[in-house]
């Protein structure tokens, strides 16, 4: 079979994205949490494929901020987390979204988050029915959007003066019909362009009770960020590994926001992992290693498979950013639903230390035995979401490519094009035929060879075509199909020598088995 050039495919692809969420599930990548019970929304479960596939990103994001630098320490902070700790850093008073909610579903919507809409608002003074004697006095106003039918208007007005009542909705007399032209307007839902509530703060952090005793005292909260285990930890990290400044202390783990609206598949969620690093500096080195660990960060996505074209550095406007910022960019990606963001590296001065120190009464500053000074070190922090970046991969990995055979016969392949060393299963290893025990045997023993470097997958089922297809839809960059020639029976000098087909080329070529690690651990590492 010969491949097709294919066109990149669009930066906006709806349709695209439902086949990529379509087949994470289909092939055991994610899977909704609860599914059998309805589903839990914004929670997700990883399944076979995805968790080795997170596990990959993990370790690697650790390799490279941490066990390949001297300058790196890491932390493993607890989920619950001390009050005092999130009154401290603002959390507890700030942490919270503008909520709105539809005043005809109820379906919750975060304000800020709302696009401008245009056109025609029906404002009716209120309702009654001859028939129950039902009156409403209420106001009800909804926004006709350009092309819509006027009847469908009045028939969400009926809807709405019906609710709580046993009076039909085709029933309501609709009172002073009036209509008035808008321009950019939030006040509507942008679903169906019924009225909002006026926004209110939405607290954004999960609370729970620590103990027997239910009063202020006992509460905790599941950690909205990783970070702050971090700062208040961070004097114990630097009497313990015996760093100087600069210096970074990593850490990986879950967090928990209470989100308005999870949306996008797994890349807004209400529990979700970061990968953050906080490192330390004195303050007139901020600015500088702001920029140094921007460099640092695209290089790693390049480096796991996701091109420099499909990323855009956002420098984000002083008007956006946190107030005791100096400075962020964001690193955004060409999601198949717009250009989002990635991860933020944010120069956040000495804020946080600061607050910790004050609210506590304990040191959190920083003795310079060269210049002899003291003072609270200033922090540059590259925080990346682990479920973004996995949801990235997937959609940077995901091909349709068509295939024509010898006779012109065309079929859809479609293949995961991960970065070998992303890749959940490196290698798939395939006797050429299940029931020839020599054929079987030696695929094991393949198997065995390859297992304690790499995540290796044996199968036998089917024609070799179809486990090659299966193997492509799972993002292995390699397969090693044991035959005959591998048993010597065409000479001794194919004996021990196996096909290895390339997923993305479908090449194939022989090579000794000998030679497997040699030639695959260098492109899996």
């Not at 015996?242 to 598949?265: S, V, W």
Request: aromatic share 10%; proline share 6%.
């Amino acid at each position: 079979m010969t491949a097709e050039p294919q066109s990149p495919p669009p930066a906006n692809d709806p349709q695209r994205m439902e086949r990529i969420v379509s087949l994470c599930k289909r092939r055991g990548f994610i899977f909704q949490a609860g599914e059998i019970y309805g589903g839990l929304n914004g929670c997700w479960d990883f399944g076979p494929l995805g968790v080795e596939l997170k596990r990959n990103l993990k370790d690697y994001w650790w390799r490279v901020m941490v066990r390949e630098r001297d300058d790196v320490v890491g932390l493993d902070g607890s989920i619950l987390t001390h009050r005092a700790v999130l009154k401290a850093s603002g959390h507890e008073e700030t942490f919270s979204d503008p909520m709105v909610d539809c005043l005809l579903t109820q379906k919750r919507f975060r304000a800020d988050q709302i696009e401008p809409q245009s056109g025609t608002v029906y404002s009716y003074l209120g309702a009654e029915s001859p028939t129950t004697g039902l009156k409403s006095p209420k106001t009800f106003e909804a926004l006709l959007r350009n092309g819509e039918s006027e009847n469908r208007i009045r028939k969400m007005a009926q809807k709405f003066y019906a609710r709580g009542s046993s009076t039909p909705a085709e029933e309501i007399n609709l009172l002073g019909e009036a209509t008035k032209q808008v321009e950019d307007s939030k006040e509507f839902n942008p679903e169906n362009g019924a009225p909002l509530t006026e926004p209110r703060a939405f607290n954004l952090m999960f609370s729970t009770q620590m103990g027997a005793s239910v009063d202020p005292d006992a509460v905790a909260y599941l950690r909205p960020e990783t970070a702050q285990s971090i700062f208040v930890q961070f004097k114990n990290v630097l009497d313990t590994s015996r760093k100087k400044l600069p210096f970074g202390i990593a850490q990986i783990g879950k967090a928990f926001r209470n989100e308005i609206n999870p949306r996008n598949f797994i890349f807004r969620s209400r529990e979700f992992e970061q990968m953050e690093l906080e490192y330390f500096c004195a303050p007139d080195e901020g600015m500088k290693l702001l920029d140094y660990w921007l460099e640092e960060r695209l290089k790693f996505y390049e480096n796991i498979g996701i091109p420099r074209t499909k990323l855009h550095v956002l420098t984000v406007p002083d008007a956006d950013r946190a107030f005791y910022s100096k400075g962020t960019y964001d690193i955004e990606y060409e999601f198949p639903f717009g250009v989002q963001e990635l991860e933020g590296v944010a120069y956040r001065t000495d804020y946080d230390l600061t607050q910790h120190e004050n609210a506590s009464g304990k040191p959190l500053d920083y003795f310079d035995e060269e210049t002899k000074a003291r003072f609270v070190p200033h922090v540059v922090e590259p925080s990346a979401g682990v479920d973004r970046t996995l949801l990235a991969l997937i959609c940077e990995a995901y091909d349709e490519e068509t295939m024509t055979d010898e006779k012109g016969k065309s079929e859809t392949r479609i293949v995961l094009r991960f970065h070998p060393r992303m890749a959940p299963i490196k290698v798939g290893v395939f006797p050429l035929l299940k029931n020839k025990p020599e054929l079987v045997a030696k695929a094991r023993e393949v198997q065995a060879l390859l297992r304690p470097h790499m995540a290796v997958f044996y199968d036998e089922g089917g024609a070799i075509g179809r486990r090659y297809r299966r193997q492509d839809e799972a993002g292995t960059p390699f397969g090693l199909t044991i035959d005959f020639e591998t048993l010597g029976e065409k000479g001794d000098e194919l004996r021990d020598t196996v096909t290895l087909r390339h997923r993305d080329s479908m090449k194939q070529e022989r090579v000794k088995i000998a030679d497997l690690l040699g030639l695959l651990l260098p492109q899996v590492q």
